[in-house]
């Protein structure tokens, strides 16, 4: 809130700068670091970590936001949007997980992301290899069968 010269009391908007400064504050409280972790982590130092949190000083560049993103566990549009440069109703949300699992895997080794897709992969095609159990009039008996020899369980499907 500032003051004219006649006295009266008047509020601005808060500068970009500020609530991004916000953002990246709670966020970083939320996630337990320390400005010093936030920024070794995005590869900035401490003080232009703590003039980002204060909205001091000029705006940060994209490369900025995309270190200090990264760091959060974050996307870019993120931090952009938290700032008010974009609309947040355009940008489809990614949930905390997404956000983290992405950080973690653009952390690991090329040959730890190829682990990872393959195993991804993986899980993708049984979840959606698995088809719809179609009703029945009758229980009829199921056999689950290891290796497609054994039987492991004989039951029959009951209300």
């Not at 088809?131 to 290796?147: M, S």
Request: aromatic fraction near 4%; glycine fraction near 8%.
């Amino acid at each position: 809130m500032t003051r004219t010269a006649g006295g009266k009391a008047t509020t601005s908007a808060p500068s970009v700068g500020s609530l991004l400064g916000i953002w990246v504050r709670q966020t970083r409280l939320q996630q337990g670091l320390s400005q010093r972790e936030l920024a070794d982590a995005a590869g900035l130092s401490r003080s232009y970590v703590c003039d980002i949190e204060r909205g001091r000083g000029s705006e940060p560049s994209l490369n900025t936001l995309d270190k200090l993103a990264g760091a959060l566990g974050a996307s870019r549009s993120d931090l952009m949007k938290a700032s008010g440069l974009i609309d947040k109703a355009l940008i489809p949300k990614e949930s905390e997980e997404e956000r983290r699992m992405l950080q973690l895997f653009r952390d690991i080794s090329t040959d730890g992301q190829g682990e990872v897709m393959r195993f991804v992969r993986f899980l993708h095609h049984e979840e959606h290899s698995l088809k719809q159990a179609t009703f029945l009039d009758e229980p009829e008996p199921l056999t689950v069968a290891a290796n497609g020899n054994q039987p492991l369980a004989l039951f029959t499907l009951d209300d």
